[in-house]
T-cell receptor, first 112, second 114 residues
């Protein structure tokens, strides 16, 4: 059973702080990794994709991938109340047709 | 339209009724995925199409679930003899190519079975 694990939270941070969201995955052959943001009652929206070890930065967001540790994280700098949402980690496992395995999501709350 | 669209947005069905959920992917996207999302959970894969070919249906929970994409564009997910456990949000996603490509999600259809 291929699994993606996330702390369900809620993770609460003050406005302006760094929010750190973590995800581990079980399939060592996983190739592609995605972070989606999902507001309540809405569909998932892509935040970041990452394919190789290291960091990838896009504005206030940084994704970090460590394939040896089977670990991927998302850092949100200068957190804003509008960042309050559930963040879903998704993994495309080796040999699949492209379907994603999602974690249960981490609920982030940014307090003004 | 610029994004993935789904209809209806909300569907209430009585137990035992058949339902059909529609997905219009982004124009030109080869791959189309259906996911089921229960409350408080992440989306779970149901089935995958590459053009009109259904290449993976391993996630369909029972033979009451059926999906098609006859012309390689619009897709329909059909659920026969709905049960209460079918209540969930059904999400459709499309991507330009295959494995590893970014998937863009539609707004979903919230199905409630009474």
């Amino acid at each position: 059973q291929k699994e993606v694990e996330q702390n369900s939270g809620p993770l609460s941070v003050p406005e302006g702080a760094i929010a750190s969201l973590n995800c581990t995955y079980s399939d060592r052959g996983s190739q592609s990794f995605f972070w989606y943001r999902q507001y309540s009652g809405k569909s998932p929206e892509l935040i970041m994709s990452i394919y190789s070890n290291g960091d990838k930065e896009d504005g206030r967001f940084t994704a970090q991938l460590n394939k040896a540790s089977q670990y991927v994280s998302l850092l949100i700098r200068d957190s804003q109340p509008s960042d309050s949402a559930t963040y879903l980690c998704a993994v495309n496992i080796e040999g699949s047709q492209g379907n994603l395995i999602f974690g249960k999501g981490t609920k982030l709350s940014v307090k003004p | 339209g610029a994004g993935v669209s789904q209809s209806p947005r909300y569907k209430v069905a009585k137990r035992g009724q058949d339902v059909a959920l529609r997905c219009d992917p982004i124009s030109g996207h080869v791959s189309l995925f259906w996911y089921q999302q229960a409350l408080g959970q992440g989306p779970e894969f149901l089935t995958y199409f590459q053009n009109e070919a259904q290449l993976d249906k391993s996630g369909l929970p029972s033979d009451r679930f059926f999906a098609e994409r006859p012309e390689g564009s619009v897709s329909t997910l059909k659920i026969q003899r709905t049960q209460q456990e079918d209540s969930a949000v059904y999400l459709c996603a499309s991507s330009l190519g295959g494995a590893g490509d970014t998937q863009y999600f539609g707004p979903g259809t919230r199905l409630t079975v009474l």
